[in-house]
């Protein structure tokens, strides 16, 4: 067959925004959120996070009874909005969390006055933003940020410690605290007031407001101490603003961002609870991949089947599965099948098999076999899209972008500890490590234990001592060997 143009699909969701919903596995989480019973979706880097915000985002004919309206707070690609908050952060947590309401209000309005709804109560908050300057005629995310960061900025500054405001320098009649009687009879209104006065509005007219949050993970990305500050402070927000039933905040964030931002403590964490994390069951990531393979024409018409046919029976997936690739990488009795060698291969320390990590790996078997055919090797076997060779030789490429654009790109500081590694067996304990690292077992185990917090490692506890193992993730692009070190 000719895999000329064949491909599994793109790796990174915000890519294929308009094939998405073809192909895309509608598991428990996506239910639960298209149904409107979670607001914070955790999940691991590649798990699918970005795949639901898209699938939302893009779908918002799915409202069309529940009267949703659909706001994006970031772009889907490109230059992340908050990019700029970077060289003049906010200094403090009133600061940050002002500027996450003032921009909720200001997505809201903006959305409001771009479908002509923007009446009564909502005409008042798009007054108050205009007269502060936080809204013109043209409003774009960047702008929009940009605008109410500097607002904040001032407004904090300005307001007194006590109670009250001090409005001398202060641009529109927009407050932090309530204001005073004296401040109100003005026209003075807080933040606060400006969110409820949206929400009676949109209660009114029987309109919800789901404002989704996503690309997180790369939009304070040059400082741990601002992602930090800046998210815990968007969860005080959402939780100021959760009982304003018609604006909805939905977050998609990296499961490992909230351990560290939680990890000090977070008060505010054990009241967040309409949450899920996003996991997939081996009988979802086959469906991923017979879905993607069944949306190429090509494979259609080569396997002479019935897309919808097929996706509609697993037992059916399952056998197509064994069409396209060989039942066994390396056969024997005792060796895997293909799906669950695979697997393997992908699956990092903590036991993830991320979506992003195998949609890579079989478009790198794809390509692996078009360069055999390419030069006249012909090693497929009947009725198999791909040979075996084909799918041991993408382990290296998937490997190597992985420890390189997540390990090294995310975690620089320990690329040299896991660089230390090459050549190296696959199981470890803190003595070899010790050992090849050339520090004393105490700073050892703290880097070990670190290691093992992004799944560069997967910790095996032993009776006497823990075990440290390199997954098969890893272990192409360090040329790990199999086998204990000790």
């Not at 009133?94 to 923007?118: A, D, G, M, P």
Request: proline residues 3%; negative net charge; charged residues 30%.
């Amino acid at each position: 067959m000719d895999l000329q143009g064949i491909s599994f699909g793109d790796r990174v969701a915000e890519n294929e925004a308009d094939k998405l919903s073809t192909y895309f596995v509608k598991t428990e989480q996506w239910e639960s959120l298209k149904n409107g019973e979670v607001d914070v979706v955790f999940g691991p880097k590649g798990s699918g996070k970005s795949a639901l915000y898209t699938l939302l985002l893009n779908q918002d004919n799915l409202f069309p009874d529940q009267n949703i309206i659909l706001i994006s707070a970031e772009k889907p690609t490109g230059k992340p909005v908050f990019s700029d908050i970077t060289s003049e952060p906010p200094t403090s947590e009133n600061e940050f969390v002002t500027l996450w309401k003032i921009y909720i209000c200001q997505l809201i309005t903006s959305k409001l006055l771009e479908k002509n709804l923007c009446t009564d109560e909502a005409k008042y908050v798009a007054d108050k933003l205009r007269e502060a300057g936080l809204i013109d005629d043209q409003n774009t995310l960047q702008k929009l940020v940009n605008k109410a960061l500097r607002f904040a900025k001032r407004l904090l500054d300005i307001e007194s410690i006590e109670g009250g405001a001090n409005t001398e320098g202060l641009t529109g009649k927009i407050t932090f605290r309530t204001p005073s009687d004296e401040l109100e009879k003005k026209g003075y209104a807080s933040v606060d007031e400006l969110i409820e006065k949206l929400n009676h509005y949109l209660k009114k007219v029987q309109l919800n407001t789901w404002i989704l949050f996503d690309r997180l993970d790369v939009a304070f990305d040059q400082s741990l101490d601002l992602e930090k500050n800046a998210l815990r402070a968007l969860f005080k927000a959402y939780r100021d603003v959760e009982e304003h039933t018609n604006i909805r905040l939905k977050i998609f964030l990296r499961d490992d961002i909230w351990k560290r931002i939680t990890n000090e403590g977070f008060r505010e964490a054990s009241h967040i609870t309409r949450t899920t994390t996003i996991s997939w069951s081996d009988r979802n990531l086959k469906n991923l991949i017979i879905s993607r393979s069944l949306d190429n024409n090509k494979i259609l018409e080569y396997y002479k089947v019935d897309r919808n046919e097929i996706l509609s029976d697993y037992n059916q997936q399952e056998e197509f599965y064994y069409k396209l690739f060989p039942r066994q990488v390396d056969t024997g009795e005792r060796q895997s099948d293909t799906f669950n060698w695979i697997k393997s291969r992908v699956k990092d320390g903590l036991n993830n098999v991320a979506p992003r990590e195998l949609i890579h790996f079989y478009n790198e078997a794809i390509a692996n076999e078009r360069k055999e055919q390419n030069i006249g090797n012909h090693y497929v076997e009947a009725p198999n899209l791909i040979s075996r060779q084909a799918i041991k030789n993408a382990t290296n490429e998937v490997s190597k972008v992985r420890t390189e654009q997540t390990i090294f790109a995310e975690h620089p500081e320990l690329r040299g500890y896991v660089m230390a590694l090459e050549n190296s067996k696959a199981e470890h304990n803190i003595q070899t490590l010790s050992s090849i690292w050339s520090i004393d077992e105490k700073k050892c185990e703290e880097i070990a234990n670190a290691l093992s917090e992004i799944g560069f490692f997967e910790l095996k506890p032993a009776k006497t001592e823990k075990l440290y193992k390199i997954p098969f993730l890893y272990r192409y692009y360090l040329e790990i060997s199999q086998g204990k070190a000790f």
